[in-house]
């Protein structure tokens, strides 16, 4: 977020207030480390082992929130609230199901902060309303890019709203009923096709923001790297028998932190940027049934940030140029594997999930340091308030009660750690807090396997070396299956802070004062994937878990809504305040202001804010921009019309670009007011002079 979402110093100091008011890879077993005949003999056995064939299936919807006065969700400054889009956020979803065995899988990534426990909580619950058992928590997948520039307020857990004001029903039904539909989309899309791996090292784009705490991890495990961040990116290309592209998903970590806190517009950052690219390059259209889906999904991007050359604010040195920086990169290497991606992937779908209460897991030895230890009541250190490198906030990073140096030390840790968080300085304790915790602590682990790839889901931020322990393991877990690689998939089906190695978390920065449920908590993590991919590889089934609490009728918020919307009364919604030149050259930006009413009264998804239309030999206008596309912006700003109130104002830019078709062009601008008279709502369009562009 920003180094972390939530854990930025603002999130923890309104939470204060608010108040006031295996170190090393364990060593498997004897039994978990070789299969045994049997098992062997099954995996050879398989009736998946050869089979190349898949039915695959890709959807994509709009899952943009408000556009206006609603709080963001990553850097948790209470003063950054939504002021218009860049880009629209989307649900890209992927069903890949075996004919072999009869298993299916699905895989969204969305560009999301989170993907929160109760968004996947009613998404399965929609899902199994209309297709009964076919998709359940076992199968279902849900990853969020990690974005720090869309809406927030969509969390069930009060942690995460704490910044946002509260709770944000239309943010969060929107994000649910695009998901959802998303996913309804690649079903009904489902047809034969095969799938292509290709992976290749991405340099120059991205770093460790917490490098003196990836040096505590062993000299032995860090000398099997090359970089203290993984640049491997990997990519699936699925495509139709009929010879028909239906899509792509690739895996690269890095933080969703090139806007930075000052940022008001809806933007995917980085990887909203590169899905963006290869959709346009692919002819991608928003609104189809069937169209092509590129998901640069996240991976273990705990300690990774993009801004390679710096940055205030949290984001790049410029926030657009930094993003189409990192995006433009991502894009580039994803169309040279694409486009080289030959070898087929082999093998069945198959899946194993179970919940967990992560602050009560018994860890055995083998997975810690060789003593049982216990995970503990999730927590939040005095480093989250500091904030990371991405961002700081309140303080200093490292605040730690590992080495009391001086006399503040001894007496800030002497009150506040408990003997299980170790070194961390407890800022606040979320999950004691009644009368629900403020973040969660029954959380979901999955691992699915798509023919020789292993998906490793977990509801955390990991960082580059317990991603790494957590792929190894798995990988010595299911190479008998023929497994052969191995994708972390971050910030999936729930979200809880971050996940570090025990040597990271003693240093606490911000990662490790946002590890929530203490030192050992990674070792928990691996303890708990390793049954389910012992089961997988042995072919049998684990019990469910706990179940997580349901909070859908426990929210409540300070935010209003849109009372009613005004204007003066010569004009009309839709009227043009300030209009356009008459003409324009390539490179210059077209800017328009129109009276509007506010974008809550319509969230227009799947649908457009702004069109740029240019005119026909025959006299109809064609539209060739929205407000999604990187050459446009769409923002809204409330206008002082005294003595009459509830005025606001949309200002539509475009930037020409290069290859701009000369003509005549115009600004039509979409939206919908509010009467104070009957609380209706109605729709307007507003239309610009037309222009030249030369």
Request: one cysteine or more; glycine letters at 10%.
């Amino acid at each position: 977020m920003q180094r972390r979402v939530l854990s930025s110093p603002h999130l923890l100091a309104a939470a204060v207030l608010a108040l006031s008011l295996g170190a090393c890879n364990p060593e498997p077993t004897a039994d978990e480390a070789t299969p045994s005949v049997s098992t062997q003999s099954a995996a050879l056995t398989d009736v998946c082992a050869t089979n190349q064939g898949f039915q695959l299936g890709a959807g994509i919807y709009d899952i943009t929130g408000p556009a206006a006065e609603l709080g963001m969700m990553g850097y948790a400054m209470v003063d950054q609230k939504t002021a218009g889009i860049h880009q629209r956020l989307r649900a890209r979803a992927f069903i890949i199901s075996s004919p072999c065995n009869g298993k299916r899988a699905v895989f969204v990534s969305a560009d999301l902060g989170q993907v929160f426990q109760g968004v996947r909580q009613q998404v399965v619950e929609k899902l199994r309303a209309k297709y009964g058992t076919l998709y359940t928590d076992d199968n279902v997948l849900l990853s969020a890019t990690h974005t720090h520039s869309g809406p927030g307020g969509f969390s069930h857990y009060a942690l995460y709203n704490l910044t946002i004001l509260g709770y944000d029903k239309q943010n969060f039904d929107a994000i649910v009923d695009g998901i959802y539909q998303s996913i309804v989309r690649a079903h009904d899309n489902l047809a034969p096709g095969s799938i292509r791996l290709a992976s290749g090292d991405l340099l120059d784009a991205s770093i460790n923001r917490s490098p003196e705490a990836y040096l505590r991890n062993p000299t032995t495990e860090r000398g099997q790297f090359g970089y203290d961040t993984d640049k491997k990116m990997t990519l699936l290309r699925l495509q139709g028998d009929d010879g028909r592209e239906l899509g792509l998903i690739n895996w690269f970590a890095v933080h969703g932190t090139s806007m930075g806190n000052d940022n008001l517009l809806i933007s995917g950052d980085n990887k909203g940027y590169a899905s963006y690219l290869f959709e346009k390059l692919k002819g991608t259209s928003y609104t189809a049934q069937k169209t092509f889906v590129a998901a640069f999904a996240q991976s273990n991007e705990g300690d990774v940030t993009p801004n390679i050359y710096g940055g205030t604010n949290g984001g790049g040195a410029n926030d657009f140029e930094s993003t189409e920086l990192s995006g433009r990169k991502q894009y580039t290497l994803a169309k040279t594997l694409y486009d080289s991606a030959t070898v087929k992937l082999t093998g069945g779908v198959d899946y194993r999930h179970a919940y967990v209460k992560f602050d009560a897991v018994p860890v055995a030895p083998q997975y810690a340091d060789g003593l049982a230890h216990t995970t503990c009541t999730a927590a939040i250190g005095d480093s989250m308030i500091a904030g990371a490198e991405d961002g700081p906030g309140y303080g200093s990073e490292g605040s730690t009660c590992e080495s009391l140096k001086d006399t503040w030390s001894v007496f800030n840790c002497a009150l506040s750690t408990t003997p299980c968080q170790g070194e961390k300085p407890i800022v606040l304790e979320t999950g004691s807090m009644t009368p629900y915790p403020w973040t969660p602590e029954v959380l979901p682990l999955q691992v699915v396997k798509l023919g020789n790839v292993a998906l490793v889901a977990v509801p955390f931020e990991p960082t580059t070396m317990s991603g790494r322990r957590l792929r190894q393991q798995v990988l010595a877990q299911l190479s008998p299956l023929g497994v052969d690689q191995v994708v972390i998939a971050g910030l999936s089906n729930a979200y809880a802070g971050y996940l570090t190695t025990r040597e990271e978390y003693a240093k606490q920065d911000y990662e490790g004062a946002s590890t929530h449920f203490g030192p050992w908590q990674l070792a928990a993590v691996q303890q708990e994937v390793d049954k389910l991919a012992i089961a997988m590889r042995t072919g049998t089934s684990v019990a469910a878990g706990p179940t997580p609490r349901d909070l859908r009728n426990e929210q409540s918020t300070v935010q209003t809504g849109v009372v009613y919307d005004d204007k003066l009364l010569w004009v009309s919604f839709g009227g043009v305040f300030k209009d356009a030149s008459a003409s324009y050259t390539r490179g210059q930006t077209v800017g328009v202001e129109f009276w509007s009413g506010h974008p809550k009264n319509n969230l227009r998804r799947q649908g457009s804010f702004l069109q740029v239309q240019r005119k026909t030999s025959t006299g109809t206008w064609v539209t060739v921009a929205n407000d999604w596309d990187w050459e446009t912006k769409y923002r809204w700003q409330r206008y002082d019309c005294a003595p009459t109130y509830g005025c606001s104002h949309v200002t539509t830019e475009w930037t020409i670009p290069a290859d701009a078709t000369p003509g005549t062009y115009r600004i039509r601008h979409d939206g919908d007011w509010k009467s104070g008279w009957d609380g209706l709502i109605r729709p307007y369009t507003g239309y610009s002079r037309e222009f030249t562009v030369n």
